[in-house]
Each structure stands twice: as C-alpha cells, then as structure tokens.
C-alpha cells in the first residue's frame, strides 16, 4: 500500500528539484527524505526520479505520477481538512509572509493565540518589507499594507484601513521649525519609506486641497520601525503608519505634524494563491487574524 507520507516528500523533491531542499522545508534530514523517496519507488515498481550530483529531475513515469497523484492528494487533504473543522480542529502548515514591522508588532500574540486555539496547526512566519509572489515563494498567505491591489493573478481580501501620519521629533522641530502647510516641506528633510530605499512621493489632502512633497533625497529606507527610529534621532519629518510610532508619540519621542493633511488611504490586506479552494486552516487562520486587527488590536 503506498504510504501517502512518502508521495508528499516526493511531491515536495519534485518540486525543489533538491532532496537537500526538500529536507530543510519538510524539516526533515537528507537522509530520511531519500530513504522515502527510495521506498515509494521501490513500492511502485517505477523510478520516479534521476538523481545526479548537481540535480534531481523526473523520469517520464515520476512526471506522469506527480501530474495524476497531486490533485488527488489535494482532495484527500481538503477533504480531511473538512472533517477536522467540523469537529473544531484545524491541523497542517501555514507559511505566512508579512511586512517586517507588523509582523514584529502583531504576529507573535496573534501566532501564540492561534496555536492556543488550534494546537494541531504549525505556523511558518516570514517577514520582509518587500513585495512577493506568493505563488513562488510557496506562501499559502500573505498580509500586506499598500493601495487596493492590481494584482488580477492573486486573491485578496481587505481587512482594514490603515491610518498614516507625519511625525518629527520635537529636537527636530525647534532647530527647523514646524511646517504650518505642506508647502513649507521645501525646507525640511523629508524621510522616504520606500521597498527599493528610493526617493518618494508624498501626496497629501486637505478640505479638496491636494499637495505633493518629495522625500528621501536626504535619507532613505525601506522598513518603517528603521525610519522611526531617524526621525526620533531628529534626521528629518516622516510619513509612517500609526501603529508603527504610536508608542513614540506616547511617550513624547516624537510628535504629529500637520494634523490636517491626509495621504490616501491604505488597507490591511490578506493575499492568497489562485486556490480553486481556500484550504481550511488559512481560512480559520485569516479569520483569527482580521478579528484580532479588528477587535483585540485595532490598528
């Protein structure tokens, strides 16, 4: 009878074209996922793959099995995935991506809450500021903070808007002055939070009014708690979500300027893989997440 343990790990070699990355994402040893591997072909009567020593690849029959014995492992797994919801449990593994300051700030209440819920499931947590394809990259889920998605290749689901203000350290302030309209930005340094550490556009808005302010020509970076930080050493003005210098501005760290100018509005947003079928435990997983943004830790 074949063992369904052993076609996953073949599944996954496949894939990675690399017994060695098949071992580290499985988090299994070498061995023990060529030994498996091994025991499928050997059950089978058929060698799946041909192994060199600087690459795996697959047999004509190993391409044929993988094409037939993916979707029913699918199925099989959504399947179990039913049973075990309804019975309240959610099991398997979640690869999450999220920015860097978020996930420090929030994922690791939100992943010790879930766990407590759901002891059955197994979290796999990446951070990065940058964009991803969550395809290949392997995520089931990926949370991020940008304008409404264009992306037509992925799913996604807002969960809520995202509140950004501009911040100076009072330092800063009494050495410069405080702007009194967007216009006076001229003279200030302005701190960019940008993916590629790059020059960017500030647009702001006010009673219809719409200004735009250039910023990083000075400083430059491209992770939020990283430009918090320059603004309360006095480097410059910055635009940052407030999640991220709330407890500066709590503390007197750093203070909010131009209250009255507002830049567009960004949302929290969950992004998924083109699932024909979203599997279970991201579904419970992604539930647990928006109530907690929503509810326990509104942003």
Same mark, same amino acid.
């Given at each position: 009878?074949?063992?369904?343990? /052993? ?17 580290? /994402? ?16 050997? #059950? ?14 697959? !047999? ?28 309240? #449990? ?14 420090? /700030? ?42 409404? *998605? ?19 350290? *009072? ?22 939070? #940008? ?11 006010? /009673?219809?009014? !719409? ?75 992604? #539930? ?12």
């Amino acid at each position: 009878m074949i063992d369904l343990g /052993q076609v996953r790990i073949f599944l996954t070699v496949a894939e990675l074209r690399s017994f060695a990355a098949a071992a580290r /994402q499985l988090a299994m040893t070498a061995p023990t996922v060529t030994r498996a591997v091994s025991a499928l072909e050997e #059950d089978l009567g058929i060698q799946l793959l041909l192994r060199t020593t600087r690459h795996v690849s697959l !047999t004509s029959a190993g391409a044929v099995f993988a094409a037939r014995i993916r979707p029913l492992l699918d199925d099989f797994r959504n399947v179990t995935e039913d049973l075990q919801a309804q019975h309240g #449990d959610v099991a398997g593994l979640i690869r999450i991506n999220a920015p860097m300051s978020l996930g420090l /700030q929030i994922l690791p209440d939100v992943a010790s809450a879930f766990r407590v819920e759901y002891p059955g499931a197994a979290l796999s947590l990446t951070l990065t500021d940058s964009f991803i394809d969550i395809v290949s990259d392997d995520f089931d889920l990926a949370i991020r903070i940008s304008e409404p *998605p264009k992306d037509k290749s992925t799913i996604w689901r807002k969960l809520c808007p995202v509140r950004r203000i501009l911040v100076a350290s *009072p330092g800063y302030l009494a050495s410069f002055g405080e702007p009194e309209t967007p216009d006076d930005m001229d003279s200030h340094t302005c701190l960019a939070y #940008d993916a590629r550490s790059q020059e960017e556009t500030w647009e702001l808005r006010c /009673q219809g009014k !719409t200004r735009r302010v250039r910023a990083g020509r000075t400083l430059a970076g491209n992770n939020g708690d990283l430009i918090s930080r320059l603004a309360e050493n006095g480097e410059g003005i910055a635009l940052l979500p407030h999640f991220i210098v709330e407890e500066a501005i709590s503390n007197g760290r750093l203070v909010q300027v131009l209250e009255d100018w507002e830049p567009p509005e960004l949302w929290l947003t969950l992004y998924y893989p083109p699932y024909e079928r979203l599997p279970m435990r991201v579904a419970k997983f992604s #539930d647990f997440f928006e109530n907690y943004v929503t509810r326990t830790r509104p942003l």
